[in-house]
């Protein structure tokens, strides 16, 4: 399954919105909190697919990005869960603060960056404290598919530990596994022995803090082929100016205009101030808004949400964070 076809590259580019209803917000583990959103007069809620997120449109111009963690055969309601962040940008604290049973909020329709494959043979989903939320939306759809899997939980303590009891009462009980962080010695997750073998035709799916993805990573390197390790990072640290970046052109294949893009500057920046607007929303190259078509030229990909089969074909990239390895790069605007 292509995590982000051409479909979906030219979905993103709508824009459309819908105004959401808390309906209900709980506490449900040590700085996190449940929210479930409703359609404003009560209607269906458009589909949504396992892994997928919507941006909450807060106040004062912030956009975050929360992953959906119901079933994805519910067409009543969205529900996400927030981690407040001590050292983020001011959107956690707000919906924690804030937002409450009643009040109304904007969001984005649902997409998915981060797709199950429904045919695997075998799925093994690994999460990492709030890397929940996504996982858990997959293992309900992988519950009613009758698939073959195993869901692997960690957290810091029982205290941090969201929406065990959910899990708990689920049809998928019996494939949970739960490991914490100040547990004994032997319930603590050993990625080495658990990604040494790959079952036959078996995906990976991990989300969660980039240290617990990163170990992931490398530990799966050994036995699992890039294209069955699909991972979602919450923040990509790596997308800031790196020493020597070097001007490049980018030039729309619709007009032929063309820009130059300085060291520290992004093309969205440039091409906004040259009145054309790419819609984004992370702004880190983790989400998949803004992915855009490339006509010819080398990108420089510095996002986490490309596939490494995605980013060699070089046909697409991220103009919120990416680059060009090239003079010029020609996108499809």
Request: glycine content about 10%.
């Amino acid at each position: 399954m292509d995590m982000l076809g051409y479909d979906t590259v030219q979905a993103n580019r709508t824009g459309a919105h819908l105004k959401l209803r808390v309906a209900e917000r709980r506490n449900c583990a040590e700085g996190v909190a449940a929210f479930e959103l409703v359609a404003e007069n009560g209607a269906e809620l458009p589909a949504f697919t396992a892994g997928s997120h919507i941006d909450l449109h807060l106040p004062g111009g912030m956009t975050r990005q929360y992953s959906l963690r119901n079933d994805p055969a519910e067409r009543h309601r969205y529900c996400i869960g927030v981690l407040r962040e001590v050292a983020g940008r001011g959107g956690s604290a707000y919906v924690h603060d804030r937002l409450k049973a009643g009040d109304m909020v904007e969001a984005s329709l649902p997409r998915n960056a981060f797709a199950l494959d429904e045919d695997a043979a075998f799925s093994l989903l690994l999460a990492g404290g709030i890397g929940i939320t996504p996982i858990l939306s997959m293992a309900h759809r992988l519950s009613a598919l009758g698939r073959d899997f195993v869901f692997h939980y960690c957290a810091r303590s029982p205290s941090r530990m969201a929406f065990r009891d959910e899990m708990l009462a689920s049809a998928f009980a019996g494939k949970l596994r739960f490991h914490l962080d100040d547990g004994l010695a032997e319930q603590k997750l050993d990625l080495a022995a658990l990604l040494s073998r790959r079952p036959p035709g078996a995906h990976l799916y991990a989300c969660g803090p980039a240290g617990f993805l990163d170990a992931v990573i490398a530990a799966a390197k050994m036995d699992w082929p890039s294209e069955a390790v699909h991972r979602e990072y919450f923040a990509n640290a790596g997308h800031a100016t790196v020493t020597g970046d070097k001007s490049f052109r980018v030039t729309l294949a619709s007009d032929g205009r063309s820009f130059e893009v300085a060291p520290g500057r992004s093309i969205v920046e440039v091409l906004a101030e040259n009145g054309v607007e790419i819609q984004v929303s992370c702004e880190q190259g983790i989400c998949g808004t803004c992915v855009t078509r490339v006509v010819s030229g080398v990108p420089d990909h510095r996002d986490l949400v490309l596939t490494d089969k995605q980013r060699a074909t070089g046909d697409r990239m991220t103009p919120c964070c990416s680059r060009a390895l090239t003079d010029e790069l020609v996108l499809d605007l």
